[in-house]
Protein backbone atom coordinates (compact mmCIF):
# COMPACT_ATOMS: atom_id res chain seq x y z
CA UNK A 1 0.00 0.00 0.00
CA UNK A 2 2.92 2.45 0.78
CA UNK A 3 4.19 1.85 -2.68
CA UNK A 4 1.24 2.36 -4.57
CA UNK A 5 0.70 6.02 -2.60
CA UNK A 6 4.48 6.79 -3.52
CA UNK A 7 3.35 6.36 -7.21
CA UNK A 8 0.17 8.07 -7.48
CA UNK A 9 0.66 11.21 -5.13
CA UNK A 10 3.63 12.97 -7.12
CA UNK A 11 0.94 12.13 -10.12
CA UNK A 12 -1.63 14.13 -8.39
CA UNK A 13 0.81 17.13 -7.06
CA UNK A 14 1.77 17.43 -10.59
CA UNK A 15 -1.99 17.69 -12.12
CA UNK A 16 -2.23 20.18 -9.92
CA UNK A 17 0.80 22.70 -10.28
CA UNK A 18 -0.29 22.28 -14.26
CA UNK A 19 -3.82 23.55 -13.18
CA UNK A 20 -2.86 26.03 -11.35
CA UNK A 21 -0.43 27.55 -13.79
CA UNK A 22 -2.83 27.27 -16.54
CA UNK A 23 -5.11 29.51 -14.33
CA UNK A 24 -2.48 32.06 -14.04
CA UNK A 25 -1.84 32.55 -17.73
CA UNK A 26 -5.42 32.70 -18.54
CA UNK A 27 -7.36 36.44 -17.66
CA UNK A 28 -11.21 35.95 -17.16
CA UNK A 29 -12.85 38.30 -19.22
CA UNK A 30 -15.12 40.93 -17.57
CA UNK A 31 -18.89 40.36 -17.49
CA UNK A 32 -20.82 43.43 -15.77
CA UNK A 33 -24.80 42.30 -15.49
CA UNK A 34 -27.40 44.56 -14.34
CA UNK A 35 -30.56 43.45 -12.57
CA UNK A 36 -33.36 43.95 -14.69
CA UNK A 37 -35.82 45.97 -12.76
CA UNK A 38 -39.00 44.03 -13.25
CA UNK A 39 -36.83 40.71 -11.46
CA UNK A 40 -36.28 42.69 -8.30
CA UNK A 41 -39.71 43.69 -6.11
CA UNK A 42 -39.88 46.99 -5.63
CA UNK A 43 -39.50 48.04 -1.27
CA UNK A 44 -43.52 48.73 -1.57
CA UNK A 45 -44.65 45.64 -2.67
CA UNK A 46 -42.96 43.73 -0.13
CA UNK A 47 -44.11 46.57 2.76
CA UNK A 48 -47.79 45.18 1.17
CA UNK A 49 -46.94 41.65 1.61
CA UNK A 50 -45.69 42.07 4.66
CA UNK A 51 -48.56 43.72 6.20
CA UNK A 52 -51.15 41.94 8.68
CA UNK A 53 -54.38 41.27 7.80
CA UNK A 54 -56.83 44.49 8.97
CA UNK A 55 -60.13 42.00 9.63
CA UNK A 56 -59.92 41.35 13.66
CA UNK A 57 -62.80 39.40 15.18
CA UNK A 58 -63.68 39.96 18.50
CA UNK A 59 -66.23 38.09 21.29
CA UNK A 60 -66.73 41.10 24.25
CA UNK A 61 -68.65 40.84 27.08
CA UNK A 62 -71.62 43.82 27.53
CA UNK A 63 -74.19 43.82 30.55
CA UNK A 64 -76.55 42.29 28.14
CA UNK A 65 -74.46 39.21 27.40
CA UNK A 66 -72.21 38.25 24.76
CA UNK A 67 -71.59 39.34 21.23
CA UNK A 68 -69.61 38.47 18.43
CA UNK A 69 -68.26 40.84 15.85
CA UNK A 70 -65.99 41.85 13.13
CA UNK A 71 -63.46 45.05 12.78
CA UNK A 72 -62.30 45.57 9.14
CA UNK A 73 -60.09 48.81 9.08
CA UNK A 74 -62.63 51.65 10.25
CA UNK A 75 -65.23 49.18 9.52
CA UNK A 76 -67.33 47.11 12.00
CA UNK A 77 -69.84 44.41 11.41
CA UNK A 78 -72.95 43.83 13.12
CA UNK A 79 -73.10 42.06 16.12
CA UNK A 80 -74.52 38.61 16.78
CA UNK A 81 -75.60 37.61 20.39
CA UNK A 82 -73.77 34.52 21.69
CA UNK A 83 -73.32 32.36 24.92
CA UNK A 84 -70.59 33.77 27.39
CA UNK A 85 -67.99 32.28 28.47
CA UNK A 86 -68.20 31.33 32.35
CA UNK A 87 -64.61 33.36 32.82
CA UNK A 88 -65.61 36.33 30.55
CA UNK A 89 -66.25 39.85 32.95
CA UNK A 90 -68.33 42.80 31.98
CA UNK A 91 -65.70 44.97 30.14
CA UNK A 92 -63.74 42.29 28.88
CA UNK A 93 -62.89 40.78 25.23
CA UNK A 94 -61.44 37.80 23.30
CA UNK A 95 -59.79 38.78 20.34
CA UNK A 96 -58.43 36.31 18.00
CA UNK A 97 -54.65 36.51 17.46
CA UNK A 98 -53.30 34.25 15.16
CA UNK A 99 -53.84 30.59 16.10
CA UNK A 100 -55.03 31.28 19.56
CA UNK A 101 -57.07 33.75 21.47
CA UNK A 102 -56.18 36.86 23.97
CA UNK A 103 -58.65 38.26 26.47
CA UNK A 104 -58.31 41.19 27.51
CA UNK A 105 -59.64 44.06 29.52
CA UNK A 106 -58.03 44.38 33.20
CA UNK A 107 -53.97 44.25 32.90
CA UNK A 108 -54.28 41.53 35.50
CA UNK A 109 -56.33 39.38 33.97
CA UNK A 110 -54.73 39.23 30.34
CA UNK A 111 -53.72 36.17 28.65
CA UNK A 112 -54.01 33.56 26.19
CA UNK A 113 -57.44 31.69 26.27
CA UNK A 114 -58.67 29.26 24.60
CA UNK A 115 -60.95 30.63 21.18
CA UNK A 116 -64.76 29.93 22.10
CA UNK A 117 -66.45 28.46 19.53
CA UNK A 118 -68.40 31.29 17.82
CA UNK A 119 -65.66 33.34 17.57
CA UNK A 120 -63.46 30.22 15.67
CA UNK A 121 -66.73 29.97 13.56
CA UNK A 122 -67.12 33.91 12.96
CA UNK A 123 -63.56 33.70 11.77
CA UNK A 124 -64.29 30.74 9.51
CA UNK A 125 -67.29 32.48 7.75
CA UNK A 126 -65.92 35.42 7.12
CA UNK A 127 -62.53 34.18 6.04
CA UNK A 128 -64.34 32.00 3.31
CA UNK A 129 -66.60 34.85 2.11
CA UNK A 130 -63.46 36.56 1.69
CA UNK A 131 -62.09 33.88 -0.39
CA UNK A 132 -65.31 33.32 -2.30
CA UNK A 133 -64.98 37.44 -3.47
CA UNK A 134 -61.40 36.66 -4.11
CA UNK A 135 -62.45 33.61 -6.57
CA UNK A 136 -65.46 35.93 -8.76
CA UNK A 137 -62.36 38.61 -9.18
Do not use: W
Not at 25 to 35: G, I, L, N, Q
Not at 41 to 60: E, N
Amino acid sequence: MLVRRAVVAPRFAMAFVVLAASCEDSAAPEVHVAPAPSAAPSTSARAVAARRPTLQHYLARTDDGCEVYSVDGTEVSPAVLTPCPQDLEVGEIIRVTGKTCMREGRQERRRPVVCPSPLVDRGRRDDAGDAGADAGR
